[in-house]
T-cell receptor
Framework: AQSVAQPEDQVNVAEGNPLTVKCTYS??????LFWYVQYPNRGLQFLLK??????LVKGSYGFEAEFNKSQTSFHLKKPSALVSDSALYFC?????????????FGTGTLLAVQP | GAVVSQHPSWVICKSGTSVKIECRSL??????MFWYRQFPKQSLMLMAT?????????EQGVEKDKFLINHASLTLSTLTVTSAHPEDSSFYIC???????????????FGDGTRLSIL
């Protein structure tokens, strides 16, 4: 079965410092990976995806993620954190190649950026 | 682009009431929509996949008669929680995948969720 793991429940970082939110995956074929962000009492917002191509994927709000096949990781990064980046971040992998395109979500990582 | 509207955003009602939640794709057509449930400080749990013009596909453990899903058009799916009880209180989120293109490449776009509180 396909799965993703987010090993950190919470990440704390000071404003202006680089941030990393970790994600590892387990898939039987080629991975289709996604990052989403959720603000309090809101739905999820799409940040970026990896389907194929360059291992470094750039997304919204200055975020990027690096796909590493050998380490089966897809960590989310940002060079300089903002207080407004504080939110809940979910990594997800697409489950299977069928039309349903179900997403399997990780447990989420709460990012707290201190001023 | 790719906006999904979910309504209502907050519902408080008495036990035994049925509640309908709407999910609309405003600027794209979606053959497939998804309904999730999220408990506090937890991840999203997929409840069902809604396909336009056909029956929804429910995940294991989700009661079909309890959570009725209708996807009558390419822009609207509804979730009805029938005879709701306090244990049904949760945050319900819908998402929609744009029609066309490579299926796996399309990200899902999410609504803002509905907070359901059953007294």
């Amino acid at each position: 079965a396909q799965s993703v793991a987010q090993p950190e429940d919470q990440v704390n970082v000071a404003e202006g410092n680089p941030l990393t939110v970790k994600c590892t995956y387990s898939v039987s074929g080629n991975p289709y990976l996604f990052w989403y962000v959720q603000y309090p009492n809101r739905g999820l917002q799409f940040l970026l995806k990896y389907i194929t191509g360059d291992n470094l994927v750039k997304g919204s709000y200055g975020f990027e993620a690096e796909f590493n096949k050998s380490q089966t990781s897809f960590h989310l990064k940002k060079p300089s954190a903002l207080v407004s980046d504080s939110a809940l971040y979910f990594c997800a992998v697409r489950d299977g190649g069928g039309a349903t395109n179900k997403l399997i979500f990780g447990t989420g990582t709460l990012l707290a950026v201190q001023p | 682009g790719a906006v999904v509207s979910q309504h209502p955003s907050w519902v408080i009602c008495k036990s035994g009431t049925s509640v309908k939640i709407e999910c609309r794709s405003l600027d794209f057509q979606a053959t497939t929509m998804f309904w999730y449930r999220q408990f506090p400080k937890q991840s999203l749990m997929l409840m069902a996949t809604s396909n336009e013009g056909s029956k929804a596909t429910y995940e294991q453990g989700v009661e079909k008669d309890k959570f009725l899903i209708n996807h009558a058009s390419l822009t609207l799916s509804t979730l009805t929680v029938t005879s709701a009880h306090p244990e049904d209180s949760s945050f319900y989120i819908c998402s929609a995948r744009p029609q066309g293109g490579l299926i796996g490449n399309q990200p899902q776009h999410f609504g803002d969720g509905t907070r359901l509180s059953i007294l």
